[in-house]
């Protein structure tokens, strides 16, 4: 029965030391994700905990190594709806919580107001095209990820993220009207 048991403890400490080497270092990109989704600190702790419980949960469900990072974009998107499903509200940030959401890692003083600036202009896009740009155009995610998160066609994905950046450039005032040229 010992050896059983020992075989065992060797099997949770490898699948442990397995799941921190292949899903923790893509930890900060799905907590900067669930924060401009949710815009909620609480929430986004909550949400990125139960992301971390799920996929170590169904770690054995994940077949490449390649795809961890999608994989737990997903689930964490999927627990966020999940989470607005029941709740059928949420609140804007308020300055307080804005300033925990981005580490100030950039040496430029105006970087961290022009991101505060942004993730403000995100919170006014639509739920979709928000989480569009923020896969493709934030974390890097290809379109047919994108399309596969989303559920949507590829052409509805495009679309969305014209139309998302369209609307940031508006709201951030970078527009560019072809009357300035003349």
Do not use: C
């Not at 419980?53 to 964490?76: C, G, N, V």
């Not at 804005?98 to 890692?105: F, K, M, S, V």
């Not at 105006?110 to 569009?132: G, I, M, N, S, W």
Request: charged share 30%; net charge negative; proline share 2%.
């Amino acid at each position: 029965m010992n050896h059983h048991l020992s075989q065992d403890s060797a099997y949770i400490n490898d699948r442990h030391a397995r799941f921190e080497a292949v899903v923790m270092p893509h930890l900060a990109d799905v907590q900067r994700f669930v924060q401009a989704m949710t815009r909620d600190v609480e929430q986004t702790n909550d949400l990125v905990s139960e992301t971390l419980y799920l996929a170590y949960k169904h770690f054995d469900t994940l077949r490449e190594a390649q795809a961890a990072k999608s994989w737990l974009f997903t689930i964490a998107r999927r627990e966020f709806y999940e989470l607005l499903r029941k709740k059928k509200s949420t609140h804007a940030l308020d300055d307080n919580e804005a300033e925990q959401l981005w580490e100030d890692t950039d040496p430029l003083p105006d970087a961290k107001t022009d991101v505060h600036f942004l993730y403000q202009a995100l919170e006014r896009l639509p739920a979709k095209q928000r989480e569009a740009i923020l896969l493709f155009d934030v974390f890097g995610f290809s379109l047919n990820d994108v399309q596969e998160q989303q559920g949507d066609s590829l052409s509805a994905v495009k679309q969305r993220l014209k139309r998302g950046r369209a609307r940031l450039a508006q709201l951030l005032g970078a527009e560019h009207d072809a009357d300035d040229d003349e």
